[in-house]
């Protein structure tokens, strides 16, 4: 089973522009990102996939591998999706391109879902882990997630879910962190297929999968991702550092 790890990289950001190309300890945080992968000696090779002449001249420079997308993109999948559709490849891995301190646990457990799927049963997996704090779970920034009982994604959303209308029923929250692993064949079918209201709406890419019938087993984590969204956050990850 051949698995390679894809850090796409825009350049532009909503919030923060220009984010991946800050100073964090003398290099930028894209290329930390890109190193960090590299260290956990997981893939069989490691890409930055991206549409800026900048994000790519500073990875080939210090020696890494990068793509330059040939489309204009909405998500990071159909970046990647282009990037890999050529390649012989099993099992991609999307890994955030503002999350330097990537930690290796949490991909060993995507990885092992593959490994252990000898009937297919799963298209994706992905991360969550349980916050507590009533400003995370109702912050529309921390991206929230339903599972059934065997671990699969029901929904996603930016909003509370589940509401709590009953408060001492033993429910806990979950935040998705943004690492995916794909199959090869549901990236392309992703890639190929238009997006719906769902995706639309909430402006999170997985809701595609979920609304084409694709299925996402999730693996609880102990490590919450530690992503830079803000100047705030480049602030704590400097002190972090």
Same mark, same amino acid.
């Given at each position: 089973?051949?698995? =390679? ?12 522009? !220009?984010? $991946? @190309?800050?100073?964090?300890? +003398? %290099? ?82 995507? =990885? ?12 994706? !997996?992905? $991360? @969550?882990?349980?916050?507590? +704090? %009533? ?98 956050? $480049? ?7």
């Amino acid at each position: 089973m051949k698995i =390679i790890a894809v850090i796409p990289a825009r350049y532009a950001s909503t919030r923060f522009p !220009a984010k $991946l @190309m800050q100073d964090l300890g +003398d %290099k930028t945080v894209i290329l930390r990102t890109y190193e960090a992968a590299m260290e956990t000696k997981l893939f069989d090779d490691v890409f930055v996939v991206t549409d800026s002449d900048l994000i790519y001249n500073e990875i080939v420079s210090n020696g890494g591998k990068a793509i330059m997308s040939i489309k204009e993109h909405e998500s990071g999948s159909d970046r990647i999706a282009e990037a890999v559709e050529n390649m012989d490849v099993d099992i991609v891995i999307n890994v955030q391109g503002d999350e330097p301190f990537i930690n290796k646990k949490p991909l060993e457990q995507v =990885i092992e879902i593959f490994r252990n799927d000898a009937d297919k049963k799963v298209d994706l !997996a992905s $991360l @969550m882990f349980e916050i507590k +704090d %009533k400003s995370e779970i109702e912050n529309p920034n921390s991206v929230k997630v339903i599972v059934d009982q065997q671990g699969f994604a029901l929904y996603f959303s930016r909003s509370v879910i589940p509401y709590p209308r009953e408060e001492n029923v033993g429910v806990r929250y979950m935040k998705h962190i943004g690492i995916y692993a794909f199959r090869k064949e549901a990236l392309m079918d992703f890639y190929r297929l238009p997006m719906l209201s769902l995706e639309a709406s909430e402006k999170l890419e997985q809701l595609r999968y979920l609304e084409y019938g694709k299925r996402i087993r999730m693996v609880e984590t102990d490590h919450g991702s530690i992503g830079i969204d803000t100047l705030e956050d $480049l602030q704590k990850a400097r002190k972090l550092l």
